[in-house]
């Protein structure tokens, strides 16, 4: 019986995500859950995204447009569902699970100006086509199951290569190694009636080009009443048992949970041939289930100071966030505070918080927002975790209202400051693109001992991913470090995490440790953080050996 390993005599399976009638329905949840509970029962999974505008890669899209960028451990700028593929699955991702159009086409484009298609005509098939499908295909090479996501709905223009490159790819494999699911929304009449009539016309517009779905999963408000299912199931050909209820649930980890007791997860391995070959359910891993169930013991009020308001574009923080609430027993309430608007209008917010976040981002607008909340902690000694920007910015803040360089900045968000805390990276001087050209993905950082950081890692070192292009200055590292602050991350000449000593929890970090954080294994900073909110760390005692991150 597999035990989490690729299994080479049951040959690879292909489970491909469409969507129907609206974006956003959660196409990437359901396949992250199909692909949790497939990890569960035994098999090796594994998860391909393919997004299909021309960016190559999501490196430099506004957030509010798309929400986060997502940034995995080889350095590449994804799309956010990327993120909940890691974290659903247990697994790090690489570029190859990320498919692109600019990608692909730009790939073939050189192969045609290198003269790799010399005589010939190159077009959408099969050049592009043949580049799809082997992308799947090596993405998917030494895994049991792999789960395709094709961004979008059926009927954009953008996503037609894609979709042709999935019924190719179908008549290509064997009968049983691929199973097409299809995700639409299931809307309700003014009287109340689950309607059918959008999920019959996503179908339809499906099978126009060549596509039967095997599966249908329909998202409404409530579970789909039995009647739904067979109407669905008739007019769209397929069994009343391949039709299954996704509804809302009060959170996205609750979603594996749901379509289990729909039975999606049995359906799925029947039709791939590989129901005997599961675990045994009484042998099965049922830790995701304990973890998103376990009892909370009381909840925590956390504001993030950020400046796009759109949840989407910190959703990986909020995660963690999450992730370190399920390991001390709480819930954490997230209030969201826009540092553009703080000063006038959410300072109160601040003041009920337990705890201060301020996360990343890119220019100036909201910085100085962020600054003061940053004093705000400082000041008051609320526990407080600056990432990558929200670390810089605690320099800044430090420099100014600790050291007295009023005019201290970012070269990057202030050119001509006087006092540059931040400045640009040597490497950088020259670069003139913008995707893919920031210091990226995961690196090294030494942590010295004795410190808060060492606390919180319970370790001399770590490995985290970076996303940024500025640095804190190491001409001034001496003067910086003068009233209480230090440095007690470095990799070389690079500053990666700072602490205040004279504080229950000042924090920050240069790099984006939410990135790795896991439901089953909270992020380090993250985890210290909240301890520290609740009263089970101050850095302030940390020469006590009872005092433990």
């Known amino acids: 019986m597999p035990t989490d390993e690729y299994d080479p005599e049951m040959g690879r399976k292909f489970i491909f995500v469409t969507g129907g009638v609206m974006s956003g329905l959660g196409k990437g949840i359901t396949a992250a859950s199909t692909g949790r509970l497939l990890k569960n029962a035994g098999f090796d999974v594994t998860a391909v995204k ?156 499906l099978r126009s080009i060549g596509l039967q779905p095997d599966i249908l999963v329909g998202r409404a408000d409530d579970k789909l009443e039995p009647a739904t299912k067979s109407k669905i199931a008739q007019f769209c050909d397929v069994p009343d048992a391949a039709v299954f209820s996704n509804p809302d649930v009060p959170d996205i980890y609750h979603v594996p949970l749901m379509v289990e007791e729909e039975g999606l997860d049995e359906y799925v391995m029947e039709r791939l041939g590989i129901a005997d070959e599961a675990l045994p359910k009484e042998d099965r891993d049922n830790r995701w289930r304990e973890l998103v169930t376990a009892d909370r013991t009381g909840s925590v009020d956390i504001a993030l100071v950020g400046k796009y308001a759109l949840e989407d574009a910190y ?145 001399t070192s770590c490995t985290e991913r970076h996303r940024h292009r500025y640095e804190v200055n190491p001409e001034l590292i001496d003067e910086l470090e003068s009233e209480g602050l230090r440095f007690s991350g470095r990799a070389e000449n690079r500053m990666e995490i700072l602490e205040l000593t004279n504080h229950p929890f000042f924090f920050g970090t240069q790099f984006h440790p939410e990135f790795r954080s896991r439901p089953d294994r909270a992020s380090p900073p993250f985890l210290g953080f909240l301890r520290a909110v609740l009263g089970e760390l101050d850095a302030r005692e940390l020469g006590n050996e009872e005092v433990t991150a």
């Open 50 to 205: 393919i997004d299909p505008y021309l960016n190559v890669d999501a490196g430099t899209m506004n957030p509010y447009e798309h929400g986060e960028v997502y940034v995995l451990k080889d350095g590449a700028e994804v799309d956010l569902d990327l993120g909940n593929y890691e974290r659903f699955l247990g697994v790090d991702m690489t570029a190859d699970h990320n498919i692109t159009t600019g990608k692909t086409y730009q790939h073939v484009i050189q192969k045609e100006r290198d003269g790799d298609y010399l005589g010939k005509t190159v077009q959408i098939i099969p050049h592009v086509t043949e580049d799809i499908k082997r992308r799947i295909r090596e993405a998917a090479e030494g895994t049991d199951v792999c789960l395709v996501e094709v961004g979008g709905t059926v009927g954009d223009i953008e996503s037609m290569p894609f979709l042709e490159s999935l019924r190719q790819f179908a008549s290509e494999e064997e009968d049983g190694d691929v199973l097409f699911t299809h995700v639409t929304l299931v809307p309700y009449s003014k009287n109340g009636e689950q309607k059918t009539k959008p999920t019959q016309h996503s179908v339809k517009e």
């Open 315 to 459: 959703m990986s923080i909020h995660e963690a966030l999450k992730h370190a609430g399920i390991e001390c027993g709480v819930d954490v309430n997230i209030l969201w505070v826009d540092s553009d608007e703080m000063l006038d209008k959410h300072e109160e917010r601040l003041k009920d918080a337990d705890g201060v976040v301020v996360p990343g981002g890119f220019g100036s607008r909201g910085t100085g927002g962020k600054i003061e909340a940053i004093r705000y902690a400082r000041e008051n000694d609320v526990p407080f975790l600056g990432l990558c920007l929200g670390f810089q910015m605690a320099v800044v803040e430090q420099a100014r209202n600790v050291l007295g360089h009023d005019e201290a900045h970012s070269a990057e968000l202030d050119p001509d400051t006087p006092y540059p805390v931040i400045d640009l990276l040597p490497e950088q001087y020259e670069v003139d693109e913008m995707g893919g050209t920031m210091r990226l993905g995961a690196h090294d950082t030494d942590i010295d001992a004795g410190t808060l950081a060492e606390a919180v890692y319970g370790d």
